[in-house]
């Protein structure tokens, strides 16, 4: 019995060195990669801190821009006042020439009577003119003629 006691002893060693070398193969698998996956993190890390630094950057470029945008935004609103106010001032003018026009064409119609009238006296007081002067030639040629007339004789 005493033998079977000693084989079993042997056998739990045997067992027991067996599970040993497993789990020590394991521990070195384990950190082989624990030692991978760290310099993984260290890697990660660096590229983590340029990509914050380039952030960073981004993010100043960005302010600046966004303060250079405000900036010429609130100057392109004194033109767009401005050209607003020329525009109400082309409407305020238009609406001022149209009035004109219309009051000039009122007392175009409303005295389109009285200019009749005034070109059928300027036509008439034309006539009278040119009859004027026919009978002042007239009498002219005849002077003329008399004069002529008298010198012959």
Same mark, same amino acid.
């Given at each position: 019995?005493?033998?079977?006691?000693?084989?079993?002893?042997a056998?739990?060693?045997?067992?027991?060195?067996?599970?040993?070398?497993?789990?020590?193969?394991?521990?070195?698998?384990?950190?082989?990669?624990?030692?991978?996956?760290?310099?993984?993190?260290?890697?990660?890390?660096?590229?983590?801190?340029?990509?914050?630094?380039e /952030?960073?950057?981004?993010?100043?470029?960005?302010?600046?821009?966004?303060?250079?945008?405000?900036?010429?935004?609130?100057?392109?609103?004194?033109?767009?006042?401005?050209?607003?106010?020329?525009?109400?001032?082309?409407?305020?003018?238009?609406? /001022?020439?149209?009035?004109?026009?219309?009051?000039?064409?009122?007392?175009?119609?409303?005295?389109?009577?009285?200019?009749?009238?005034?070109?059928?006296?300027g036509?008439?007081?034309?006539?009278?003119?040119?009859?004027?002067?026919?009978?002042?030639?007239?009498?002219?040629?005849?002077?003329?003629?008399?004069?002529?007339?008298?010198?012959?004789?």
């Open positions: 019995m005493q033998i079977i006691l000693y084989l079993s002893v056998l739990i060693a045997i067992a027991f060195l067996v599970l040993v070398i497993y789990l020590s193969k394991t521990l070195k698998s384990l950190q082989v990669t624990l030692t991978s996956v760290s310099k993984t993190l260290d890697g990660l890390e660096k590229q983590l801190d340029g990509v914050t630094s /952030t960073t950057l981004l993010l100043q470029k960005t302010n600046a821009l966004a303060v250079d945008i405000q900036q010429k935004s609130e100057g392109l609103n004194s033109v767009v006042d401005a050209v607003k106010d020329v525009g109400t001032t082309v409407v305020k003018f238009n609406g /001022t020439l149209q009035k004109i026009t219309n009051s000039v064409d009122l007392q175009v119609e409303e005295s389109k009577e009285k200019i009749s009238q005034i070109v059928q006296w036509n008439i007081l034309l006539e009278l003119k040119d009859k004027w002067q026919a009978r002042k030639q007239i009498k002219d040629e005849v002077s003329t003629k008399e004069r002529q007339g008298i010198r012959s004789h």
